[in-house]
């Protein structure tokens, strides 16, 4: 079978059936060809924060689904999404991972491009027959939308405005964003790790509470009796899971949590009171709680189709590399300009859960891999997503809301899913 | 920082050290292995393989004696889905150099190759390991323990055990 033949089949969008979906969309790497095409090829993805190419020049690689691109800052600050090969023979013009320049050459036979990809001079001209048109032969250039900082990129240049793409996911995105506690949001660092399993087992997890006490019972053993608390939500009955539309869906933890400008006169937690206390000498006692509450991060996750997770105080990024290999992103973020030992608190915060050796993730990527492997067994049995079904309200945007453990999140990732399938 | 006793520490004494350490990681004891340790001590697994400032860059682990012991709790509780089983690990230490040497205390970097099994699949990293052991009346112990990953800065993989 040809892509060209696959992709025309219809029978690829009934493999998700709402409450479950069919084995193969982890295994077969013939779908995950096509999910390159119709997914990451035309949907709005997150490539970078605006903090990591924060002046003129700038520049960090990225990608959009298995595609290399480079994210660059012009001279006049303008962002740009350029596919990282050279229109003459297609090798990478850029491999350092992030960084400032004036241009990107082609170390092959010397193609220099400006760093809005246009093509700015090819070394013996001569060599063409006729004049030679550079204006056609520029880098590939996506899309660029930015929402709050977030930098998103598209092949697809009829695709909706990314506005409206994320539509119900923005007011979320807004309250992510009042973690910054007044200062503008900056990434401290990130944790990069490869787990062998299929791009949407990682993409459910963002939305899945139902797992959290039985997966990281020894991150919950290693917390004090307060926090422990904070992380009970699956006790707690006032948490939600709310589909967004679009794919997107956003997870409720912690609800006193949504809004981190609300309620800042309650108790100060214990295990931000010794650094609030260090806060008194610069900042009058409203900043401090502000500060105080931000850096413990949002009570939310929220799952943005189909490659970004905004939680609780980090970006979460995933990029499918083949049908059962996935790299994940978890990118701390910081105040910019804020106190010192508010960020190294919000950098201890994210070593002790995310990350490689943290006390969260392994576990995590060991039940991913652990899904990938079972899923070898039984192929024509499916995935089932059907948690919380029946159960469900209409939330204010008229889309399903259930309980926090409902799997009301990945049905919406599906539901898109089908739609740019078919 | 408490007085240390006034001797000197040979490469032998801390080579020897940093292999039964190794023993031990291996042998995934962690009990012995906090036991190693001076209280006061730092465990760094940085992200930036150039930076001596740990405090404000993020790091794989980020370790003083409260967190080493959560850390080893979390590994031998039997809670931990990725530690029970963990992964087997068998690890080499050579290379050594002396980078600081004083009365009651000795800094050496060393070359680590740990080979992981699991899975039916085996796993290779390398580091450079930089240990500050220190003489107490009860042996040698650790005051601080560097590990740059080799790649630590790009794509790895998770690790339930110890460098």
């Known amino acids: 079978m040809t892509l060209d033949s696959v992709t025309k089949d219809p029978q690829y969008a009934a493999l998700a059936k709402g409450d479950r979906v069919a084995t ?16 990451f090829g035309k949907a709005w993805v997150w490539v970078a924060h605006e903090s990591e190419v924060p002046g003129k020049g700038n520049f960090k690689l990225s990608w959009v689904g298995t595609q290399p691109v480079i994210v660059s800052r012009d001279r006049k600050g303008a962002l740009h999404v350029l596919v990282n090969r050279c229109r003459h023979r297609a090798a990478s013009v850029c491999e350092v991972k992030k960084g400032k320049t004036s241009s990107f050459q082609c170390p092959y036979h010397g193609w220099g491009y400006a760093l809005d990809g246009s093509l700015r001079a090819i070394p013996y001209a001569e060599g063409y027959a006729g004049e030679f048109d550079k204006s056609q032969l520029g880098l590939r250039q996506l899309r660029v939308g930015t929402y709050q900082g977030m930098i998103f990129a598209t092949f697809d240049q009829e695709a909706e405005p990314l506005e409206d793409f994320l539509g119900n996911a923005k007011p979320w995105i ?6 910054g506690g007044g200062f503008p949001i900056k990434t401290l660092g990130e944790h990069q790790f490869k787990v062998p399993m299929n791009w949407k087992i990682q993409l459910e997890n963002t939305t899945d509470a139902y797992h959290f006490p039985v997966v990281h019972k020894s991150f919950l053993q290693s917390l004090d009796g307060e926090t422990n608390q904070t992380f009970s939500f699956m006790d707690d009955d006032d948490g939600w899971v709310e589909d967004l539309g679009n794919g997107h869906s956003v997870m409720v933890m912690m609800p006193e949590l949504i809004d981190l400008d609300e309620n800042l006169d309650e108790p100060i937690p214990e295990r931000f009171k ?18 105080v509450r931000a850096v413990g991060g949002c009570g939310f996750n929220l799952n943005l189709f189909p490659n970004a997770g905004c939680s609780l105080s980090f970006f979460r990024i995933l990029r499918p590399v083949s049908v059962a290999e996935t790299e994940i992103r978890h990118i701390a973020l910081g105040m910019d300009g804020g ?7 919000r950098l201890r915060l994210h070593e002790h859960f995310q990350g490689p050796m943290g006390f969260g993730s392994p576990d995590d990527a060991e039940v991913w891999e652990r899904v990938q492997r079972g899923s070898a067994g039984g192929v024509d049995m499916d995935v089932m997503v059907h948690r919380g079904l029946g159960l469900e309200e209409d939330s204010p945007n008229g889309l399903p809301k259930g309980d926090i453990s409902a799997e009301t999140g990945m049905r919406a990732a599906y539901a898109k899913w089908q739609e740019m399938m078919a | 920082m408490k007085d240390l006793p006034d001797t000197e520490i040979t490469l032998d004494q801390a080579v020897k050290f940093l292999w039964e350490e190794a023993d031990i990681l291996d042998r995934q004891d962690y009990d012995a292995w906090i036991g190693l340790w001076d209280e006061a001590g730092l465990y760094v697994i940085p992200v930036d393989p150039d930076t001596e400032d740990f405090a404000d860059h993020l790091n794989l682990v980020y370790d003083d004696h409260q967190m080493r012991r959560a850390r080893a709790q979390r590994l031998q509780g039997g809670f931990s889905i990725s530690a029970a089983p963990p992964a087997k690990t068998v690890r080499t230490l050579s290379r050594f150099v002396v980078t600081a040497s004083e009365p009651g205390s000795l ?50 993989t998770s690790i339930s055990y110890l460098f």
């Open chain 1, 24 to 39: 193969p969309l982890y295994e077969d790497p013939a779908i995950f060809d096509v999910e390159m095409e119709k997914i």
């Open chain 1, 174 to 179: 807004d309250l992510f964003m009042k973690q």
């Open chain 1, 274 to 291: 010794a650094l609030a206390a260090s806060l008194e000498d610069r900042y009058d006692d409203a900043q401090i709680r502000r500060i």
């Open chain 1, 339 to 345: 106190p010192a030992e508010a960020n190294q608190m």
């Open chain 2, 107 to 156: 800094t050496l970097r060393s070359a680590m190759h740990v080979v992981e099994d699991k899975f039916g699949r085996q796993r290779l990293f390398a580091a450079n390991v930089e240990h500050r052991l220190i003489a107490t009346p009860e042996g040698l112990r650790i005051g601080q323990k560097v590990v740059r990953l080799l790649n630590s800065d790009g794509v790895l």
